[in-house]
């Protein structure tokens, strides 16, 4: 279910969400207001504001530990994207050291592998699905091989090869880094509190005992449509590259278009 909020538009995902929730929260009171007296609706008022107000506080110190958390995923994400592109520009210019032959056949091989992430493994996140065999995994270790092989092995020990293994070891990280965020990054247990939590939140509101019944209604949606809004914040970038909310490939193809204009150039 949480998948399927995040996989699909936010309109769709809010009028389930949001529009639904609050719309059932608001035929609350008047569902409890059928079977309960006002009168004995408010009798407990006062000792229930006590107990509300607690309750209302711990909620939201959990709503907002779970935005901050997928916020700092999300950024990370964002962040490991770009450290990918940058180093792929570095090694990319560095081959350039590397004589014409293996200069080329590094710069070919980066190349390879930023089509392959951009058009496999950008695919599979937003799927949720990702692989161990992908095509970006093999480009990625054919830039090894193109750099250990034996035609290479005369620029051991020059800082230019060194730097270039250093790029390769950080743009690889970099993907790891990105594979990883591509899984939500609030646990399920989680999700059972925070939904739990919104649902104990709004039920509570519905044994207020208040003299005109319209108000107790508006303002139980106003409170179901804040929580629900804050959920679905959550649910939107638990998973980086899903769904509408999602980190775009957009450093790399910007690096990409580079690589192919200097190709055209000469």
């Known amino acids: 279910m949480i998948f399927f909020l995040t996989s699909h538009s936010l309109w769709l995902s809010g009028a389930i969400l949001i529009g639904l929730g609050t719309a059932l929260s608001m035929l609350g009171p008047i569902v409890v207001r059928h079977y309960v007296t006002f009168e004995r609706l408010t009798e407990n008022n006062e000792i229930a504001?006590?107990?509300?107000?607690?309750l209302g506080v711990l909620y939201a110190v959990l709503l907002a530990f779970a935005i901050i958390v997928v916020w700092q995923k999300f950024s990370e994400a964002e962040a490991s994207v770009v450290q990918e592109a940058g180093?792929?520009?570095?090694?990319?210019?560095?081959?350039?050291?590397?004589?014409?032959?293996?200069?080329?056949?590094?710069?070919?091989?980066?190349?390879?592998?930023?089509?392959?992430?951009?058009?496999?493994?950008?695919?599979?996140m937003d799927r949720g699905v990702t692989s161990i065999d992908s095509p970006a995994r093999k480009a990625l270790d054919a830039i090894y091989a193109t750099l250990l092989?034996?035609?290479?092995?005369?620029?051991?020990?020059?800082?230019?090869?060194?730097?270039?293994?250093?790029?390769?070891?950080?743009?690889?990280?970099?993907?790891?880094?990105?594979?990883?965020?591509?899984?939500?990054?609030?646990?399920?247990?989680?999700w059972f509190v925070l939904f739990g939590g919104a649902i104990i939140t709004i039920v509570f509101t519905f044994f207020f005992g208040t003299s005109n019944l319209r108000v107790q209604v508006l303002m139980t949606g106003l409170?179901?449509?804040?929580?629900?809004?804050?959920?679905?914040?959550?649910?939107?970038?638990?998973?980086?590259?899903?769904?509408?909310?999602?980190?775009?490939?957009?450093?790399?193809?910007?690096?990409?278009?580079?690589?192919?204009?200097?190709?055209?150039s000469h």
């Open 49 to 54: 504001g006590f107990k509300y107000a607690v």
């Open 149 to 190: 092989q034996s035609g290479t092995t005369q620029n051991v020990g020059s800082p230019v090869l060194s730097e270039i293994l250093y790029q390769l070891d950080q743009m690889t990280q970099a993907r790891r880094a990105r594979l990883v965020a591509a899984e939500g990054a609030v646990p399920g247990v989680i």
């Open 87 to 124: 180093a792929a520009t570095t090694i990319y210019r560095l081959s350039q050291g590397m004589g014409e032959k293996q200069g080329d056949d590094i710069r070919a091989a980066v190349t390879a592998y930023l089509k392959a992430a951009i058009d496999n493994d950008w695919p599979a």
């Open 223 to 264: 409170l179901a449509a804040v929580i629900l809004s804050e959920l679905l914040t959550i649910i939107a970038i638990d998973w980086p590259f899903t769904g509408p909310v999602k980190v775009e490939p957009t450093p790399l193809e910007y690096v990409l278009a580079d690589f192919q204009a200097a190709t055209a």
